[in-house]
């Protein structure tokens, strides 16, 4: 039996006894609808208990303990998905074991989360399992949780990825296609309902909002009974998330659709607005974020005004309902 929750996974009572073919045809199927950094730490911890290695102890490992968990692993790494584990879930899980790893391998998965180096010549990249999310900054599990958000599930918890009605569509990444407000509204204007999630400079705070119509420059107030702003903390527990609605008095005032600013939820309850400065003869953007509750249900961050590393823009699909 294959869980959709790695919670489970891990409590299964034979799991650790499941012999290597079993193990291996697990790791092969694309509807496992678990995180890949879980669907890692769970075979480390299958490995350990293979060769009876105290798992909560790798400080303690002598390199002969290394060696045999290599030698148990090897036929299992060809199907963990690498290039689907995020940058922090790599360097603080996976580094750690990077012995086990074959060498080229390892050194391509470190240039590609250092260097942003994603053509690896020796490793040949596996797709995604369960729903494709192309996103730099959350996971699957976060998508859940915004997903229930749309739909008012608001004592839904989610676990699997399976779970999720809609299909993210990567419209924008600041970092690939540049941070200007005239670029937000050239690739996410006219799109229908969308997603926005940034990741706050020296905090590492998630944030993020729902537009239910979508932006379309017309200079008016898009009104909305349906959007929300939300924190995804740093991103590591969606258990810590804040979510703050439009409120009821303010829906008329949901969302800024001006084609002069970027996105902008409520007046200034969470807002991209571009600024510049000339230096060495070119323009700086300085792109000021602001965050100060006033339409919107609760305050999401206790920081008013910062810059961001990046930001994402998505196109929210809902998915045709799967018949039985």
């Known amino acids: 039996m294959v ?15 499941w012999p290597d073919n079993l193990v291996i045809g697990i790791l092969k199927r694309d509807d496992l609808h678990l995180e890949e950094i879980d669907v890692w730490n769970i075979l480390i911890k299958w490995g350990t208990a293979q060769i009876k290695l105290p798992f909560n102890n790798p400080n303690d490992w ?14 299992c790494i060809p199907y963990i998905r690498f290039y689907h584990i995020s940058g922090a879930d790599f360097f603080n899980h996976v580094r750690p074991f990077k012995i086990l790893l074959p060498k080229d391998l390892y050194n391509e998965l470190l240039n590609y989360h250092q260097f942003k180096i994603d053509k690896p010549q020796f490793t040949t990249i596996l797709s995604p399992r369960g729903i ?26 989610p676990v699997t990825c399976h779970l999720v009605p809609y299909q993210f569509n990567l419209l924008l ?14 690739l996410c204007d006219n799109q229908g309902p969308a997603l926005i999630v940034l990741k706050v400079k020296g905090t590492g705070e998630l944030l993020g909002g729902y537009n239910p119509n979508g932006w379309n420059s017309t200079g008016d107030w898009i ?14 527990d969606p258990n810590h998330s ?10 008329k005032c949901a969302i800024d659709d001006s084609p002069c600013i970027g996105p902008c939820f409520g007046t200034s309850d969470l807002a991209m607005v571009e600024s510049s400065r000339v230096a060495n003869g070119k323009f700086i953007y300085d792109l ?4 100060i ?32």
Request: aromatic share 14%.
């Open 288 to 291: 000021p974020w602001s965050c």
């Open 293 to 324: 509750q006033n339409c919107y249900e609760r305050t999401i961050t206790s920081t008013t005004n910062f810059a961001i590393e990046d930001y994402e823009v998505f196109k929210l699909i809902q998915k045709t309902p799967r018949t039985t």
């Open 3 to 17: 869980s959709d929750d790695p919670q489970k996974f891990r409590r299964h009572g034979r799991f650790m006894q």
């Open 173 to 186: 990444r600041g970092s690939r296609d540049n941070f200007k407000c005239s670029t937000f509204h050239r």
């Open 62 to 75: 002598t390199s002969d303990d290394f060696s045999k968990l290599a030698l148990k692993l090897k036929d």
């Open 132 to 157: 494709v999310l192309d996103s730099k900054l959350f996971g699957t599990r976060h998508a859940a949780l915004i997903a229930s958000w749309i739909d008012r599930q608001e004592n839904f918890n």
């Open 242 to 251: 804040i979510l703050s609605r439009i409120k009821y008095s303010n829906f």
């Open 223 to 236: 009104e909305s009974t349906e959007s929300f702003i939300f924190s995804l903390g740093d991103g590591k």
